[in-house]
């Protein structure tokens, strides 16, 4: 490991010695777009098809528990103010993420705001998200976020059909979803995105069909469509193995794609990066902008990933673990890597391609722009954005986005 470049700057015995900045990410620091992602990795049940890092009361054993949970969050904020050192960069989003946010107080999100504030210059114009199950918040819960500061709200809806809905262990009904929509515009929060899920098994093309419909007359500004994936060690993989339930069909998940982008596309929401459309760019998410665009964000909480100008590390992942290593006054980092200027650029064409402008066919190698050239031929490039200088995918590009990656970084 590296030696700590801040060795100099703070007192050996506060010096956290698994979490380091490297001069060339210090120097970044200033000159990028800075984000917090604040994890928060409780629900109340856990959904068959979910691998992400999230407990269940039942699952979190000794050591931790969403009580306390606040004062981890904010021991490691303050931790971060101190690594950054005295030039700290000004925080443009804050997004908490799960897991279920909204498990918590109200009054907890409040006081890590106010924490970040107390820290760090944030924008005047701070995007700040909070993910939330529809069954998680009321009217009240939003109005104590708005006044908070949060200005942005991203529900995960999944579908409004009830059969599909119990596949996936959902626990909230199909009209919940559009009355917290509701509910969160009442209570002060202007900017709303709805998740949706797609290829369920059992789903038909007319269920799709009322999913979509029902979320378009939310009126929300910003819609998440992903295709269900089948993650290993999961219940639905499980389910899939023992043939209780079939896997989702590609063709069908194909279809589904492109019945949503028919649809979205008519009333008005155009997609920005491929599992995701707006009404306008402002309504975009700036803080998922930081991931595909280069950006900068610290993440925390256990298990939360960061990057730092190619510098880039990981917290561990359970709860007990990650608050013991922060009551000592350690980092709760578990490992990191510094990505040289290859790496760097083949991530940026990765994630740069998913988004509708593309990526300039100056970062590909020769080979790449033949590939990208060949893509055009295909179908799968858009022809003017090339004659452009640009690679940019059409929507049959989209549906072999990973193909297209490939093809243009081998």
Known sequence: MPPNPLAATLPAATLPDRLWLPDSARRDVLETPFGL?????FCASRCG?????????????????????VDSVLAELRLVRHILGPQLPTVGTVFFGGGTPTLLPAEHLAAMLD??????????????TVEANPESVTRASFARLARAG????????????????????????????????????????????LDLIYGTPGESDEDWQTSLGAALSAGVQHLSAYALIVEPGTALARQVASGQIA???????????????????????????????????????????LYWTGGNWWGIGPGAHSHIGGARWWNRKHPAAYARALSVGDSPAQGSELL????????????GIRLRDGVALEVLSERGRARAGEAVTYGLLDRAAYAGGRAALTLRGRLLADAVVRDLTD
Do not use: K
């Not at 992602?37 to 990795?41: E, F, G, N, S």
């Open 37 to 41: 992602y604040i994890h928060v990795p």
């Open 49 to 69: 098809y979910c691998d992400f890092n999230t407990y269940t009361a039942s699952e979190l054993g000794p050591g931790a528990s969403q009580h306390d949970y």
């Open 115 to 128: 924490e970040i504030r107390a820290e760090f210059p944030v924008a005047a114009d701070v995007e700040i």
């Open 150 to 193: 949060v200005n942005r709200v991203s529900l995960g809806m999944q579908s409004a059909v009830p059969h599909v809905l119990s596949v996936l262990d959902r626990r909230h009904t199909p009209g919940q979803a559009l009355r917290a929509a509701e509910d969160a515009r009442a209570a002060g929060i202007a900017r709303v995105s």
């Open 247 to 289: 896997a989702p069909d590609d063709d069908v998940l194909a279809d589904r794609y492109e019945q949503a982008d028919q649809v979205l596309a008519a009333a008005g929401m155009g997609w920005y990066e491929v599992s995701n459309w707006a009404t306008s760019a402002a309504g975009r998410c700036r803080h998922n902008e």
């Open 340 to 351: 040289d200027d290859a790496a760097r650029r083949v991530e940026s064409i990765m994630l």
